[in-house]
């Protein structure tokens, strides 16, 4: 496995797998009245599928961007480890779908009827798993962003805010419109610690420079601890002011920073954590 599927995992597509695109792009009612993905008015099990990997990747890099950010801050990193684990097995399950379908659909499968309902009923087991796992990434995202002013990381607070809600009733909501996901993602990708030391790198991957700027941050939250204002709010971080330009949504889509951040991970270790 390369280093970038070792973070970003591969989604596999099938160009003879028939995807009912006009369906995934959802008016606002839809997009607000179903917290199951599997209530949606689709009827191709690929499309299906589509909604819950369209759902499920910026979700897995803010996941990352915030793992990234509070490692060696925070024992939250433990439960962003965690939970990284997770999204990689949602992953290889919806992976493991779409070979099924892709299979059935290669073996001119002439009932259709039959075989769409078979991988629905398989989806709907993956269903239950997948809202079960965003009540426990919200139950721990909440709590990060509760301290988003501390941590200086209110632009996250606000794209996830846009991916995942809660109604008055207490039930969970998540963003279905592929495009928006994919705008939220690589919004995700402008704020994260990776892209601005892309940027002050000049684009080269330096790893003794990368090391040491992660020790610099490193002793910077610890001497905040010795100081009476260590508590304050980052009102004057970087990520709060931060305003992305059309060129740094340019770098985040590039072939090369996909490369440098996968490596900027490893070589940071950030998943070598683990929860005993």
């Not at 796992?133 to 501390?150: P, V």
């Not at 990708?189 to 940027?199: G, M, N």
Request: glycine content about 2%.
């Amino acid at each position: 496995m390369s280093t970038l599927q070792a973070f970003y995992p591969p989604i596999e597509s099938d160009s003879s797998t028939s995807v009912e695109t006009t369906s995934v792009t959802l008016n606002a009612i839809v997009e607000t009245s179903t917290p199951s993905i599997l209530s949606l008015p689709i009827n191709n099990p690929a499309t299906f599928i589509s909604v819950y990997e369209s759902c499920l990747k910026p979700l897995y890099t803010l996941n990352i961007a915030l793992l990234d950010k509070l490692h060696n801050r925070s024992n939250y990193s433990l439960l962003l480890i965690h939970m990284h684990q997770r999204f990689i097995s949602l992953f290889r399950e919806l992976n493991d779908f779409k070979k099924m379908v892709s299979l059935t659909h290669a073996s001119n499968f002439s009932d259709s009827l039959s075989n769409s309902c078979f991988v629905r009923s398989l989806l709907s087991g993956f269903d239950l798993k997948f809202r079960h796992f965003i009540d426990d990434l919200h139950s721990i995202n909440s709590q990060i962003f509760s301290n988003a002013e501390y941590w200086a990381l209110s632009p996250l607070a606000t794209i996830y805010q846009k991916i995942i809600s809660r109604s008055d009733n207490g039930e969970i909501f998540v963003l279905k419109e592929t495009d928006k996901l994919e705008c939220l993602r690589l919004d995700v990708l402008v704020h994260s610690d990776s892209l601005k030391s892309y940027k002050k790198f000049g684009g080269q991957f330096d790893a003794k420079a990368i090391v040491n700027e992660d020790l610099a941050n490193f002793h910077n939250e610890l001497s905040k601890c010795f100081k009476s204002d260590g508590f304050a709010p980052q009102s004057h971080s970087h990520s709060k002011l931060f305003k992305p330009s059309p060129d740094d949504y340019k770098i985040a889509t590039s072939s090369q920073f996909k490369q440098f951040n996968a490596r900027r991970l490893q070589l940071l270790g950030l998943f070598d954590k683990r929860i005993f």
